[in-house]
């Protein structure tokens, strides 16, 4: 058996590594609220920097949401009604351009034709929007009922929580049917199951054929990036609106003049007035959407799009075009540009904490003149000196960033409760304001301890 005996060169060196150790956590110790006050710097620009990466990280994940809510790779079209108002005070200024100018609006054929013109297309889905009342069982309030296509879902990631969804049959002949948001089931549904029962939609009755899961949306995006609050909708097939509510690319000539006309749709009677013809209503649908098969190809799919549709509406830009990943992208690289100016402020604590250190450990030189100079008459070399000042700045400002971490997480977690910001930290965060918190201790700790190993013994040990 072959038994090793310990060099003793390495426990030389080990035990003279531990007493340096020794000496540096002594004097620490030895000067606690001095310490403590050394250590603040580091503590608050730690936990500045782990809030503000929080922020940001949180910020991130809101925005990568958000896209999954509008939908991944979408065009969204929709009438314009401030061009359409435009136009139509220009068409009154020059009748005699009235029928040249005269734009139908969006339409189904607008559909078509993108979907057979554009190749980079995977879906599109029209939409039709109407407020409605609705009543069940002698409850009654206002909701949206939506027409759409089963494209509509995919596009959005809207999944059934029960039911079905549209079959052929329904969507060619516009069946009564409807599938509803889980607000509405709550609301009208709140004890049964809705599949199979009926609900009055306007003076119509719509059979439940379906629920949506539940989607969470943020309000103050719905309207900016063009989507819906799924949750409180009632959607049904697109023909079922056009057929049996209302179709509003059949407007007459007698609309437009000024008189009041009825449509009629199987055994229900609509009533227009003038009035609301004149306000651009000629849009038969109220939105289409368009997703494309890649991200990188909506510039060029969007282009197309709005050649396509100024030269089917008659050179009238009565639509607007939205491109929702695009605008999220944009609001985050603001957020980036934020959170990177925030990091770089809170950053400056970090760097006022190594100053910090650095005066606080200078003074100490200075203080302890004659313990370094009995130190190094003893046999300690300079790099021992050195290394013990050097690890009194690393011990300070390793405990501080340790505190650091904590005040961060915590600070992290009182900013989203009291101000609904999104918080998310990392192990990087961590990862990073602790390695930073290391470094600086020993940058700023490094001029300190030169300074000390570079005295003269001699004069060391005369100093009063």
């Not at 055994?267 to 209503?281: H, M, P």
Request: some cysteine; charged content about 20%; hydrophobic content about 40%.
């Amino acid at each position: 058996m072959v038994t090793h005996t310990p060099d003793p060169m390495n426990q030389l060196v080990t035990k003279r590594y531990g007493h340096i150790l020794q000496i540096a956590l002594e004097a620490v110790f030895a000067n606690r609220f001095r310490s403590v006050l050394t250590a603040l710097g580091i503590i608050f620009g730690v936990s500045a920097v782990i809030a503000m990466l929080a922020i940001g990280t949180g910020a991130k994940q809101e925005i990568l949401e958000q896209i999954k809510q509008v939908g991944v790779n979408n065009i969204i079209i929709m009438p314009n009604s401030g061009k359409a108002n435009e136009n139509a005070t220009d068409e009154k200024q020059q009748s005699s351009k009235e029928k040249e100018t005269y734009s139908p609006g969006l339409t189904l054929n607008d559909v078509s034709a993108i979907m057979e013109v554009v190749p980079t297309i995977a879906s599109i889905s029209p939409e039709v929007i109407y407020e409605t009342d609705i009543l069940k069982d002698g409850v009654s309030s206002k909701a949206r009922l939506s027409g759409v296509t089963p494209d509509y879902f995919n596009i959005f990631s809207l999944k059934l929580g029960s039911g079905e969804m549209f079959n052929g049959e329904q969507l060619r002949q516009g069946k009564a049917v409807c599938i509803i948001g889980t607000s509405i089931k709550s609301r009208f549904f709140p004890k049964e199951d809705p599949y199979g029962k009926y609900i009055k939609c306007g003076n119509i009755w719509l059979k439940v054929i379906g629920v949506l899961e539940n989607h969470s949306v943020r309000k103050d995006i719905t309207e900016s990036m063009g989507i819906s609050d799924y949750n409180n909708f009632i959607y049904a097939p697109i023909q079922t609106i056009l057929l049996r509510y209302r179709d509003r690319s059949l407007i007459t000539a007698d609309m437009v003049g000024g008189s009041s006309s009825t449509q009629v749709f199987g055994d229900d009677v609509a009533i227009f007035s003038s009035s609301e013809s004149a306000e651009g209503t000629s849009n038969q649908l109220d939105k289409i959407i368009v997703q494309v098969k890649e991200s990188s190809q909506i510039p060029s799919t969007t282009a197309i799009i709005q050649r396509m549709l100024k030269r089917r509406h008659a050179g009238n830009e009565d639509y607007e075009i939205k491109v929702p990943e695009a605008l999220l992208k944009q609001e985050q690289r603001t957020k980036d540009i934020f959170n990177i100016v925030l990091g770089a402020i809170a950053s400056i604590s970090l760097i006022v904490g190594g100053i910090g250190i650095m005066n606080i450990m200078l003074a100490s030189v200075v203080e302890r003149t004659k313990e370094i100079g009995i130190r190094m008459a003893m046999g300690a070399t300079k790099k021992d000196i050195i290394l013990q000042f050097l690890t009194e700045a690393t011990i300070i400002s390793l405990t501080g960033g340790i505190i650091g971490i904590a005040l961060g997480i915590i600070l992290s977690k009182l900013i989203t409760q009291f101000t609904g910001i999104q918080t998310i930290v990392t192990l990087i965060s961590i990862a990073i304001s602790f390695g930073v918190s290391v470094a600086v201790g020993i940058t700023f700790g490094y001029m300190p301890a030169k300074k000390a190993s570079d005295q003269d013994p001699v004069t060391s040990l005369r100093y009063e």
